[in-house]
């Protein structure tokens, strides 16, 4: 669910990213499955939409190295994204 969210994002098409890029946040994208698997699929694909929009955000903080940047996006997410399930879960 995490890698259709990702591609279903409306910002990062409109940002006209290109499919390498896409696929890279897909694939890396992986490691907030464990959200999607703990709390269901509808928590993973916000996951998957708040992953993709802080990947193209935060790329200038490591000159947008792709490994880099998805592991720092995907640990902001999850630091927020976790308390805020936990409440309403």
């Known amino acids: 669910m ?3 969210a990702i591609y279903l994002d ?3 098409l409109s940002q006209l990213a290109t499919i390498v890029r ?3 946040q ?6 907030l499955a464990p959200i999607a698997g703990q709390f269901g699929w509808q928590w993973g694909m916000v996951a998957g ?3 993709s929009s802080a990947a193209l955000t935060v790329g200038f903080k490591d000159a947008g190295l792709n490994l880099y940047n998805n592991g720092f996006a995907a640990g902001i997410v999850a630091a927020v ?4 399930i936990l409440i309403f879960v």
């Open 2 to 4: 995490l890698i259709v």
């Open 81 to 84: 994204i976790v308390p805020v």
């Open 22 to 24: 896409l696929s890279g």
């Open 49 to 51: 939409f708040l992953l």
């Open 10 to 12: 409306r910002r990062s």
């Open 26 to 31: 897909a694939l890396l994208g992986t490691t």
